[in-house]
């Protein structure tokens, strides 16, 4: 598929974008320019690929993403090697995902390579954009939603694919050297709903809880499972991983209730390579809490796209909280978090494929 190319009529001008890129948060800035590429059924499926202006996106009253909510979304970052240029981590499986949400939602597959091609096109339009801060990186948001304008529940026949660029600095703002969360009375997903898909209905859900963990000056909120309330499923937008004293590594299985992260399966791979036993396998709050006031476990960390590798030191609930270790960064956490990094940024060997350079 060609790209229609074009060009920003007034972009930002360049001593206004390097005094944001200083210091430009995550998620409230964004890049000049945006991906857009339609699909109607009547047209044979996908088609007017162009990078222009990032711009508004006008929408009819009744277009159905707005009363049905087929819309998706993928999470992706570009990454400064160390040799200046940019790179992205396993786009591949994100194009894979992406296609996964499309299939639980009803809607259209886009063919991976005109998916990692459009985020190519991106960043190469939006390369000057990378933040100079520390940790700093591109964070790229690739999404489709249902276009058609009808009333009427059924799958649209009409979608939009767009990707923008948001300059990225650290995702956690409390200045912790680990995070604290917060057990939610709330759910996330049941049993064959659409927990494994990446949908905006899955963190609209979230809001509510993860607003009453911010009110309580906690990081984060831990959804435990919707039948039994029991067994630890995954934070707000998060994976979990248990590091024990015998070597064991736990996190839990992919059921179809839990997102499945990249970051996740990245770290699978890499807790292995440290000769650590890695399992996934159910693992309830109560055992939690009282693995960590043993000391048997000694570490918790979350992980993700947008949080990387981040320890959690804290868990508190209604019956109480307990602390995880020293409360701190672990040992293990910091030793696999600097090598996933690593890897990312060219830094380390990447022996496993995930790095596609960019030029």
């Given amino acids: 598929m060609d790209f229609e190319c074009i060009p920003h009529p007034a972009p930002v001008p360049g001593e206004t974008r390097t005094e944001a890129l200083a210091n430009p948060g995550f998620g409230t800035l964004f890049s000049d320019h945006m991906v857009t590429i339609d699909y109607d059924e009547a047209k044979g499926g996908w088609y007017g690929a162009k990078v222009g202006p990032r711009e508004p996106i006008p929408l009819d009253p009744a277009t159905a993403v707005l009363h049905y909510a087929q819309e998706i979304f993928e999470g992706m970052k570009a990454y400064k090697q160390v040799d200046g240029s940019l790179a992205l981590f396993r786009p591949e499986e994100n194009a894979r995902r992406f296609n996964a949400s499309a299939d639980r939602l009803a809607m259209p597959n886009l063919p991976e390579e005109i998916f990692i091609e459009s985020v190519r096109q991106l960043v190469a339009a939006d390369r000057d954009w990378f933040p100079t801060v520390e940790g700093g990186s591109l964070y790229l948001r690739p999404f489709m939603f249902a276009s058609e304008a009808f009333l009427g529940v059924r799958p649209a026949k009409q979608y939009k694919f767009v990707v923008i660029a948001s300059p990225a600095g650290n995702y956690f703002k409390s200045g912790s050297p680990a995070v604290s969360i917060w057990i939610s009375d709330y759910t996330r997903a049941a049993p064959g709903g659409t927990g494994a898909a990446k949908c905006g209905g899955n963190y609209a859900a979230s809001l509510v809880p993860t607003g009453q963990a911010f009110a309580k000056g906690h990081d984060q909120v831990l959804f435990l499972d919707a ?40 770290l699978i791979t890499l807790l292995r390579e440290e000769g650590l036993d890695v399992s996934e396998e159910m693992y309830s709050i109560d055992q939690w809490r009282d693995d960590a006031t043993s000391g048997k476990l000694l570490e918790t960390m979350a992980c993700g796209t947008a949080a990387v590798v981040t320890p959690v030191g804290k868990v508190a609930g209604p019956d109480g909280e307990f602390e995880i270790g020293t409360g701190g960064p672990g040992q293990i956490t910091s030793k696999i978090r600097e090598k996933l990094v690593g890897i990312q940024k060219g830094a380390v060997e990447d022996t496993h494929g995930w790095v596609m350079k960019l030029g």
């Fill in 227 to 266: 039948v039994e309330r029991k067994w630890v499923e995954e934070l707000g937008g998060m994976n979990l991983f248990f590091v024990f004293d015998d070597g064991r590594v736990v996190t839990p299985p992919l059921t179809g209730t839990i997102l499945p992260g990249i970051t996740r399966d990245s």
